[in-house]
């Protein structure tokens, strides 16, 4: 059955096809269903015979293999590009190797074509586009009749235009044919009501021999300092703190949902091995792991999702568009501090399902950009991310339209500042810490580590 936003999306989007127009762009919240709106949409037009096949493309091996269960599933028909099938779906990397014959053999038909997480690709024109958008441009525009373009954070960290996408001449905002966010989706119980847990501490010194500096935030010490927040995420004892939190609400959770999960976002292979052994050895969880380097991880991320496994650790594996609804708590140490990708982490936790506990819970480190994404969750399109073009040549600008402690004031601020990666760290959670920095023989002392809770929605309706 579905929910009243897609069927509120599915008749928008057939009624624009049918009054002649070719583009359709659905911005919905992660979590909130839209691949089975876009199957339900494909299996109007197929009823209406509007078109013969469909083409998907997304961004992960992950996200195909869900799209493809899916249309398969509510189509009832085979999606697997082999003869007889109603379709396919395949990565946007695959673009680039299709060959000419594959082209014209889609012009013969009437075509539709969706794109899930849309903003991966950019470009109004060859001229700005990416590599990915390039070809959309070049290729499939050519040959389809319709397309469905899906994404739950409309716009680019570069500010550049999103392929098939309008925008506002006045602010360069976005122009969306639906919008369903997450203050909606949180409204109707198609979506959790996040919680995001930032991990700080109120006394940090660093020494030398002759000088001692304090910090009283993580924040104030990573922008201050020529220490690179990987000094943080890596070293064993924040990431014992993080990953203990973590384990506690996933405990209490599992006391109502027994099968609740929870997920672990390394900032890479090793560092997700490094993770993995102290989610085992030291809190005694079951645990599974996935990385960009396994080819059986499509296979495992399968077996968790219907396993009562209670972690998951991924490596580019598990970010946007996998269908995890048991996940309730995530612990996010990445690397990767953007605001589209810590929303479209938090979309993994978001998913309802029948269990009793709907908590979701998202563990991170509180830099300023963190905290900034953290408290306008509330914001579908936050202010920063615009389009802006002159009025010569209507060209897209990449520049961002500031707030105080916007994105881009936070990244150019320490842009050419160097970093230091060749260190040694020690935490005490009860206690202090130090950080050995080899070239600078500087030692950093930390005092206990706290948390604070973050709920954007607080005080709204929801």
């Not at 794109?115 to 950019?122: L, M, N």
């Not at 102290?278 to 991320?301: C, M, P, W």
């Not at 009562?308 to 995530?330: A, F, H, K, N």
């Not at 990708?341 to 300023?368: H, K, P």
Request: a negative charge; charged letters at 25%.
């Amino acid at each position: 059955m579905l929910r009243d936003w897609q069927k509120e999306c599915v008749a928008a989007a057939l009624t624009k096809y049918q009054s002649g127009l070719q583009h359709f762009l659905c911005l919905a919240s992660p979590g909130a269903g839209k691949t089975v709106m876009a199957a339900e949409v494909t299996k109007r037009m197929l009823e209406l015979d509007m078109v013969d096949l469909v083409i998907c493309f997304a961004p992960s091996t992950a996200v195909v293999s869900s799209i493809k269960s899916n249309f398969s599933r509510i189509l009832e028909r085979s999606f697997d590009g082999d003869f007889g099938a109603v379709g396919a779906v395949y990565t946007y990397h695959s673009l680039m190797y299709f060959d000419k014959r594959f082209w014209d053999s889609l012009k013969r038909h009437r075509v539709l074509a969706v794109f899930d997480e849309i903003h991966h690709c950019s470009g109004d024109s060859l001229e700005n586009a990416n590599v990915w958008g390039g070809e959309i441009l070049s290729q499939v525009q050519q040959c389809v009749s319709y397309t469905l373009a899906l994404t739950g954070t409309p716009w680019r960290t570069d500010n550049t235009p999103i392929v098939f996408s309008n925008y506002t001449d006045s602010d360069g905002v976005v122009s969306c044919d639906y919008e369903y966010g997450l203050r909606e989706a949180i409204a109707d119980n198609v979506c959790r009501k996040p919680k995001i847990v930032l991990v700080n501490s109120s006394n940090l010194a660093i020494s030398s021999d002759e000088t001692m500096k304090n910090y009283s935030s993580i924040a104030d010490f990573l922008n201050e300092t020529v220490t690179s927040y990987q000094s943080i995420i890596w070293h064993p004892d924040a990431m014992r703190y993080v990953i203990k939190s973590g384990c506690e609400k996933l405990r209490e959770i599992r006391k109502f949902n027994p099968d609740a999960g929870g997920l672990v976002v390394a900032s890479s292979v090793e560092h997700a091995y490094e993770l993995l052994s102290i989610l085992e050895n030291e809190f005694g969880q079951t645990t599974t792991i996935v990385t960009y380097h396994d080819r059986r991880a499509i296979s495992k991320i399968d077996h968790y999702r219907h396993a009562t496994t209670e972690w998951i650790v991924s490596v580019g594996m598990i970010s946007e568009g996998t269908d995890i609804p048991r996940l309730q708590v995530c612990c996010h140490l990445s690397a990767v501090k953007t605001e589209l990708y810590f929303r479209q982490v938090l979309g993994r936790i978001l998913r309802v399902n029948q269990s009793i506990n709907q908590e979701a819970w998202l563990f991170t480190m509180a830099t300023d950009e963190l905290t900034l994404f953290s408290g306008r969750l509330a914001e579908d399109l936050p202010k920063d991310y615009k389009v802006i073009y002159t009025q010569e040549d209507e060209r897209p600008l990449s520049r961002h339209e500031s707030l105080s402690l916007s994105p881009d004031t936070i990244q150019k601020k320490y842009l050419n500042k160097p970093r230091e990666t060749d260190f040694k760290m020690e935490f005490n959670d009860a206690n202090t810490s130090s950080i050995s920095i080899s070239n600078h023989a500087k030692n950093l002392r930390i005092g206990s580590l706290y948390k604070q809770v973050i709920d954007a929605f607080l005080f709204s309706s929801v």
